[in-house]
């Protein structure tokens, strides 16, 4: 079945330490994009790539990067700069033109010890 | 910028009820307007999704419309059951088509 895989699914995260999220997805879709979501507030943008090599910024991009080198692939660093990182992290792609839906992966749980 | 509001941002309803969930979106310049549900630590399953120039979608017990004018959507959800207890994200299309989502509303039905 074509669809969106995130791992890991729980992620534990030192001080000062850099992680990576992964996400792939089988959906021949184009664009790529990765959300935040905390209690009460609705998701917002961290990261988008509406192609391969070429990435763009969202809404709260501070202390995070992105690649996308396959178009299956969109990896999520969290690193040292992002001062609350403590999130629900939600992966998500659409097919072209603006009649498509978006589709989302399971998640990735991440918390600083 | 694009505000997305959900309210009430919690329901409780005996089973076998009818849900009425709104959303409302700040700019009616929206292109489409798709609803997710999310149960507790899962990712979101898309429901239904309504293009800009669609007035309403239905599949099964879902019902979902549009008004773009008054910057609402409604989800309905029949005869309402325990399994349909979740929540119930609205997301708008910017046109830029990149999605602003409300805060969602968290549906329980009670057995």
């Known amino acids: 079945d074509g669809g969106i895989t995130q791992s890991p699914k729980y992620l534990f995260r030192k001080e000062g330490q850099n992680v990576t999220l992964s996400c792939e997805q089988n959906?021949?879709?184009?664009?790529m994009y990765w959300y935040r979501q905390d209690p009460g507030q609705g998701l917002r943008l961290i990261y988008y790539?509406?192609?391969?090599?070429?990435?763009q910024k969202g809404d709260i991009a501070e202390g995070y990067s992105v690649s996308r080198e396959k178009k299956e692939s969109f990896p999520l660093t969290v690193t040292s700069a992002q001062k609350n990182p403590t999130a629900f992290y939600l992966c998500?792609?659409?097919?072209?033109?603006?009649?498509?839906?978006?589709?989302f992966g399971s998640g990735t749980r991440l918390t600083v010890v | 910028k694009q505000e997305v509001t959900q309210i009430p941002a919690a329901l409780s309803v005996p089973e076998g009820e009818n849900l009425v969930l709104n959303c409302s979106f700040t700019?009616?310049?929206?292109?489409?307007l798709q609803w997710f549900r999310q149960d507790p630590g899962k990712g979101l399953t898309s429901l239904l999704l309504?293009?800009?120039?669609?007035r309403e979608q239905t599949s099964g017990r879902l019902n979902a419309s549009l008004d773009k004018s008054s910057g609402r959507s409604t989800l309905y959800i029949a005869a309402s059951q325990p399994g349909d207890s979740a929540t119930y994200l609205c997301?708008?299309?910017?046109?830029?088509?990149?999605?602003?989502f409300g805060a969602g509303t968290t549906v329980t039905v009670r057995a």
């Open positions: 790539s509406q192609i391969v090599n070429d990435f």
């Open positions: 700019d009616s310049a929206i292109y489409n």
């Open positions: 997301a708008v299309y910017r046109n830029d088509y990149k999605l602003s």
């Open positions: 998500a792609s659409s097919g072209q033109g603006r009649w498509n839906g978006y589709t």
């Open positions: 309504i293009q800009s120039s669609q």
């Open positions: 959906l021949n879709h184009d664009a």
